[in-house]
């Protein structure tokens, strides 16, 4: 691995450069496959405190690597890479990070859940310690970070669970504080029975715990106050029987905030009243649609900002020298948008992604004192800081009258009217699409063909009401809103309603799955990607995990009956060509989803081709494995569904 850094040099390149205009060029060819299946140079870039070392994602030989950059010119090290995922990481101090790593393992003796730890790593890369090793049966899950220091030493809390019997009292997670330079622990608050949630104030005093039934139903809050002491039981549900609020963050100074529904069902930021345990006054919001989280500093000190996820994900910024930082960054873009990814602790130096939803971009080091821009890498080294396909937010009415938001990407050159459709559903399904770089969408458009992207309902973002409008919706009227899409976009002469694929992935490969059986007479295709066949297999899955009845039960909720929406039950039903693919190291959705549908609609008769990817993962890590998919998507649509 190490001989590899050489060659992550060449993509990682940090070097005086200014940011380029997104301006569309006045030509445009077609890019090739290899060019849009290209990694990220660059994802999840997080500054040290004092600025002089970068954690990143990076991509090197058509792989993804956790590797720390210097900023002062020494050699940049590669984490080793443990089997399984690397989900995040964080800064503990200038010289170590906490990693989070998961895996799909056997955690009993009739079913595999997902299973986390956490990792000690030096900021030379030359050490890593997997923390809690001395805990002899850790179970499930021991990766949830609820504080870091910033003394300036390297502990941490970590909350773990030590069984996956639901029935013992281990199952409950303790709270331990660990050096993570030695790997050295103590218990700093003991399991108890039914908590699952411990929150930290800033000084690394755990303060309140969530308790809950079995099934994972809020049952109690309990809190104690900033000098320690014993815990005291607040009811958990409020006068109406819903789960009442609690804080999510608890600042240095005593302040506290949560995300709560107004009273028209958006989510807001709440200061909370530790006095009372009750909401304070409504602090930030975004009219029309939830908040998407908050930002604080790692001290723990000050609200920095709020995530606005509306027709394009952003921040605004509640601090003073952090919007003025921005507002510095803005006045150097040039028809992109500036992102604030990472900033030092003093602020004197920030990673920002310059990027469009037709441009991917770059990521840039600002230093503040000199009011310098140094690229540090292109999100696709092939494209660059070109202009592709134009992208816009659409609004329609689906049969029932629901207003549904959706991204529309059409293609940059040929005509404009009466093109060949793809729908794209989202994954989650409690997700959604927003006005940001999309490679799968930009490929199809460069293609020729136009694409949709429908916020259904059941999306996030949109209000409660929103999303409680998907509860026994799956497979049912979540796909009427996709065909509703169509008939939209055909009323206004856009596309022919005649030439119309599907295509998603996870909940959206589902999607794709039910419609060649459901609505097969509006497409002429389908592709699904690490789709979901079987409902009652999901559920199943969850046996076991910590939230595994809670989650059973929202399953069920998403159908009235599982067995007649999961396209496993009627492959018979199928009417339209479907290519499936599926990776086998998918940790999210097993590959048994796609791979004994294939076999059942092989059995039918239907028209499947199936494409097994034996390093692929959910998330297309891998660049050979984004390669594949495209050409086969590619080669698939020509035939049924040719632009």
């Known amino acids: 691995m190490r001989l590899a850094v050489a060659a992550a040099l060449a993509a990682i390149v940090i070097a005086p450069a200014p940011v380029a205009s997104a301006t569309a060029q006045s030509t445009h060819a077609a890019h090739s496959a290899e060019d849009f299946a290209t990694l990220p140079g660059m994802s999840g870039a997080k500054l040290s405190p004092n600025g002089q070392r970068v954690a990143t994602k990076v991509a090197i030989k058509g792989d993804t690597y956790l590797m720390i950059l210097s900023l002062n010119g020494a050699k940049p090290s590669l984490v080793p890479s443990p089997e399984g995922d690397i989900n995040w990481w964080k800064w503990v101090n200038d010289d170590w990070l906490v990693v989070g790593v998961g895996d799909r393992l056997q955690i009993h003796a009739i079913d595999e859940g997902y299973v986390t730890r956490a990792l000690g790593v030096s900021a030379d890369g030359k050490t890593v310690i997997p923390l809690l090793r001395q805990v002899h049966d850790l179970a499930q899950n021991a990766d949830e970070l609820i504080w870091t220091a910033h003394d300036g030493s390297p502990r941490i809390l970590l909350s773990a669970q030590r069984s996956v019997l639901v029935d013992e009292a281990k199952f409950w997670p303790e709270v331990y504080e660990v050096d993570v330079s030695t790997g050295k622990y103590s218990v700093a608050v003991p399991a108890r029975q039914g908590v699952y949630d411990w929150i ?72 909370y009243d530790l006095k009372r345990m009750a909401l304070g006054k409504a602090v930030e919001k975004s009219n029309g649609y939830d908040l998407g989280g908050y930002q604080v500093d790692d001290a723990r000190t000050k609200l920095l900002g709020v995530y606005l996820d509306e027709e394009r994900s952003t921040i605004r910024w509640t601090d003073p020298s952090m919007k003025a930082l921005q507002a510095e960054i803005n006045a150097l873009a040039q028809g992109v948008n500036a992102s604030i990814i990472s900033t030092s602790r003093n602020q004197d130096r920030a990673i920002v992604l310059f990027s469009s939803p037709e441009t991917p971009g770059a990521y840039f080091l600002y230093d503040r004192p000199t009011k310098k821009l140094t690229r540090m890498a292109y999100v696709n080294s092939a494209i660059k800081m070109e202009t592709l396909n134009p992208v816009s937010m659409i609004r329609y009415k689906a049969r029932d009258g629901l207003s549904i938001d959706a991204v529309l990407t059409l293609p940059k050159s040929g005509p404009k009217t009466n093109l060949p459709l793809i729908v794209m559903p989202h994954g989650g399904p409690f997700a959604r699409d927003s006005l940001s770089w999309d490679w799968w969408t930009q490929f199809l458009a460069d293609r020729g063909y136009a694409v949709v992207q429908p916020n259904y309902r059941g999306s996030s973002g949109y209000g409660t009401g929103f999303t409680a409008k998907g509860e026994g919706e799956w497979g049912l009227k979540m ?29 959206g490969g589902y999607a794709a799955m039910r419609a060649t059986q459901r609505d097969a007479d509006h497409y002429r295709c389908a592709i699904s990607y690490a789709g979901v066949s079987d409902l009652k297999r999901l559920s199943r899955s969850s046996y076991g995990q910590l939230f ?8 069920k909720r998403q159908a009235p ?44 008769q239907r028209d499947v081709t199936y494409i097994e990817q034996p390093e692929a993962d959910h998330f297309f890590s891998r660049e050979a ?17 040719p632009a």
């Not at 509703?484 to 992935?505: E, F």
């Open 200 to 271: 930290a104030d800033g000084s690394g005093m755990v303060r309140m715990g969530v308790r809950v039934t079995t099934s994972g139903e809020q049952e109690k809050i309990l809190y104690r106050g900033p000098e320690g002491g014993r815990f005291h039981e607040f009811p958990g549900k409020d006068s109406s029987g819903q789960p009442a609020p609690y804080p999510s963050v608890i600042l240095a100074d005593g302040r506290a905030f949560t995300i709560a529904d107004d009273q028209y069902g958006f989510s807001v930021l709440y200061e």
């Open 625 to 641: 494995d984004r390669l594949e998919f495209l050409k086969a998507m590619e080669a698939f649509l020509a035939r049924h569904n």
């Open 479 to 507: 796909q009427d809103d996709l065909v509703d899409a169509i008939s939209h976009l055909a009323k206004q002469g856009t596309i022919d309603p005649k030439r119309v694929c599907i295509v998603g992935a996870s909940y």
């Open 561 to 604: 009956d599982l067995s007649s929406v999961s396209p496993i039950n009627t492959p018979q039903a199928s009417k339209i060509p479907l290519l499936l693919v599926h990776g086998r190291k998918d940790r999210r959705v097993d590959v048994s989803h796609s791979r004994d549908l294939a076999k059942a609609l092989t059995r039918a």
């Open 548 to 555: 595994g009845a809670k989650s059973k039960a929202w399953i």
